[in-house]
């Protein structure tokens, strides 16, 4: 890779800037200063690149990445069965990457990956209760679900685990549901609706925290921007109220 290019991914200034550096002389490439910002450098960060003599390495940069899981790839890092993995949707040479949370295999829409297990550990925790929104299909034939099956599912249903917490809950059309929760037990929306009696046929995640899936299609990874990432951090780094 181009030394410029190394140290914009690096995060160390924009291309452009990153060209003027080397240009000044205050870059070095094994200890040699180098002015050509064509240099060549490993993608890795092991060739040992210092800007004003302070070591920079893509590799310590964490990286998160927003997946648009089709049906049919597993959320695991690994598939016993051989079946493909989000994480084989990213293509990460330098650093391994880690799903943060499940969806099964069946299901759609946002999930992240990151190689920062702290970050991750935060958005999983229930005590942070970080709000995840999914669009559900109900039944069949666009038959809208009553009210008072909406309520229990914004109020709460005995599930074999335990009563949810309070889940926001909106028919956006008859038979397609908007939910949110704040906590993530496996299986959960499917089991909240099979309990009122209206077995979801499709889900797909929109929202992840302050994370949508927008207009990302199908198939499709995108890194994050260091603002998205911090909007991330922020909200795993608030604990939500304590409920009963
Ligand atoms: N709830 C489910 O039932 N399945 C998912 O994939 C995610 C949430």
Do not use: E, I
């Given at each position: 890779m181009r030394l410029a290019k190394f140290l914009a991914h690096a995060g160390v200034a924009s291309r452009r800037a990153a060209e003027e550096i080397i240009r000044e002389g205050r870059v070095t490439v094994g200890g040699t200063i180098v002015t050509d910002p064509a240099h060549g450098v490993d993608d890795d960060g092991a060739d040992?690149?210092?800007?004003?003599?302070?070591p920079v390495g893509i590799k310590d940069t964490k990286s998160v990445w927003l997946v648009h899981?089709?049906?049919?790839?597993?959320?695991?890092?690994?598939d016993t069965h051989n079946r493909r993995t989000v994480v084989d949707?990213?293509?990460?040479?330098?650093?391994?990457?880690?799903?943060?949370g499940r969806l099964d295999a069946d299901s759609t829409g946002l999930i992240l990956l990151t190689d920062d297990g702290d970050l991750a550990n935060r958005l999983t925790h229930p005590r942070y209760e970080?709000?995840?929104t999914y669009v559900v299909s109900v039944g069949r034939g666009g038959i809208a679900v009553p009210e008072q099956e909406l309520r229990r599912l914004r109020e709460g249903v005995e599930l074999d685990d335990g009563m949810t917490l309070p889940a926001d809950v909106r028919q956006l059309r008859p038979g397609v549901l908007q939910i949110t929760l704040r906590e993530?037990?496996?299986?959960q929306v499917k089991r909240m609706c099979a309990e009122i009696g209206h077995p979801v046929h499709r889900l797909q995640r929109v929202a992840f925290g302050p994370l949508r899936l927008g207009d990302l299609g199908e198939g499709r990874v995108r890194r994050l921007s260091p603002a998205e990432v911090q909007r991330?951090?922020?909200?795993?780094?608030?604990?939500?109220?304590?409920?009963?």
């Open positions: 040992d690149v210092a800007v004003d003599n302070r899981k089709p049906s049919g790839v597993v959320s695991t890092a690994k949707m990213v293509d990460s040479p330098r650093t391994r990457l880690y799903p943060v970080v709000p995840k993530g037990r496996k299986r991330l951090r922020d909200a795993g780094a608030r604990p939500g109220p304590v409920t009963g």
